[in-house]
T-cell receptor
Framework: DAKTTQPNSMESNEEEPVHLPCNHS???????IHWYRQLPSQGPEYVIH???SNVNNRMASLAIAEDRKSSTLILHRATLRDAAVYYC????????????????FGQGTILTVHP | NAGVMQNPRHLVRRRGQEARLRCSPM?????VYWYRQLPEEGLKFMVY????????ESGMPKERFSAEFPKEGPSILRIQQVVRGDSAAYFC??????????????FGPGTRLLVL
């Protein structure tokens, strides 16, 4: 899987928007951009994914740069429950076509939300 | 609609014992993945299984670790002769029948293994 780069940590205040950046300069044309998060002492949780166009769902929005070399996960109003490690993951098909099953997690961004 | 279930949630073993971790995927899901999270480290893929088949085991240690997903029953991750370095959180995830680049994986709560 192609490599992603995220800041180690970010902080936000409750009720404010949060923009979590991810750089993926070596992204290929078939790579999907996925975001997962892991709350303390829990398993990861899917947040959102996209290919080229910006995406919205009930949890967040995903803004993808026109050249696809970066993307931003947007939490519109952070809550204390959003404090977690956020992972930006690229998914592609490697030789053999079977490796799209696995997720390759980096270190992610630790998001701290202040009351 | 139950999510991915893992048991036990916590497991304590002494060095040399065997550890068996169970994962029941979400209803209708036929793909199971196992990941390991060592203390202070990120999540690492271990193995990807479909019913009765191992699809990708590129992340599995070469010795002592095995996984299965039988036709009936949960997926099992088995660790023989555990060592202290096996202490970690083991997460199982499942996805629906059609695996693709867009598919979402649903994770269980994990099993925390402690080897004394």
């Amino acid at each position: 899987d192609a490599k992603t780069t995220q800041p180690n940590s970010m902080e936000s205040n409750e009720e404010e928007p949060v923009h979590l950046p991810c750089n993926h300069s070596t992204i290929s044309g078939t790579d999907y951009i996925h975001w997962y998060r892991q709350l303390p002492s829990q398993g990861p949780e899917y947040v959102i994914h996209g290919l080229t166009s910006n995406v919205n769902n009930r949890m967040a929005s995903l803004a993808i740069a026109e050249d696809r070399k970066s993307s931003t996960l947007i939490l519109h109003r952070a809550t204390l429950r959003d404090a977690a490690v956020y992972y930006c993951i690229l998914r592609d098909v490697e030789a053999g076509g079977t490796s799209y099953g696995k997720l390759t997690f980096g270190q992610g961004t630790i998001l701290t939300v202040h009351p | 609609n139950a999510g991915v279930m893992q048991n036990p949630r916590h497991l304590v073993r002494r060095r040399g014992q065997e550890a068996r971790l169970r994962c029941s995927p979400m209803k209708g899901h036929s793909h199971v993945y196992w990941y390991r999270q060592l203390p202070e480290e990120g999540l690492k893929f271990m193995v990807y299984l479909q019913k009765e088949n191992i699809i990708d085991e590129s992340g599995m240690p070469k010795e002592r670790f095995s996984a299965e997903f039988p036709k009936e029953g949960p997926s099992i991750l088995r660790i023989q002769q555990v060592v202290r370095g096996d202490s970690a959180a083991y997460f199982c995830a499942s996805s629906p029948q059609l695996a693709s680049l867009q598919e979402t994986q649903y994770f269980g709560p994990g099993t925390r293994l402690l080897v004394l």
